[in-house]
Nanobody, 127 residues
Framework: QVQLVESGGGLVQAGESLRLSCAAT????????VAWFRQGPRKEREFVAAINWTGVSKYYADSVKGRATISRDNAKKMVLLQMNSVGPEDTAVYYC????????????????????WGQGTQVTVSS
């Protein structure tokens, strides 16, 4: 069992950077791939970035590729999402999610592949 808590959201000016944190509890955390998803106003939830259990393999949505970095610290049970040059289109509730664990090779990019979710953190980008 893994529990996830996001933090770091808030109001950000367009062009600035944001840094979101996902703190995990549960001794199996190190075996789980972790992803960030987001849901903007009147939009469906969409994939943002994912990282495998070792932290070596990383995947990004085209919309954030080149300006987002996902990382993890298994010793601290933490996953970070750094995003630069944000714009109003990045306004959303950001969710951290973990897959079922077990050192899976596959890293999912759809929400149905993730079993554990945080409560979300709101990010609002003002222009």
């Amino acid at each position: 069992q893994v529990q996830l808590v996001e933090s770091g959201g808030g109001l950000v000016q367009a062009g600035e950077s944001l840094r979101l944190s996902c703190a995990a509890t549960g001794r199996t955390f190190v075996t789980h791939a972790v992803a960030w998803f987001r849901q903007g106003p009147r939009k469906e939830r969409e994939f943002v970035a994912a990282i495998n259990w070792t932290g070596v393999s990383k995947y990004y949505a085209d919309s954030v590729k080149g300006r987002a970095t996902i990382s993890r610290d298994n010793a601290k049970k933490m996953v970070l999402l750094q995003m630069n040059s944000v714009g109003p289109e990045d306004t959303a509730v950001y969710y951290c999610a973990a897959d079922r664990g077990g050192h899976r090779v596959r890293v999912g990019r759809v929400s149905s592949e993730y079993d554990y979710w945080g409560q979300g953190t709101q990010v609002t980008v003002s222009s």
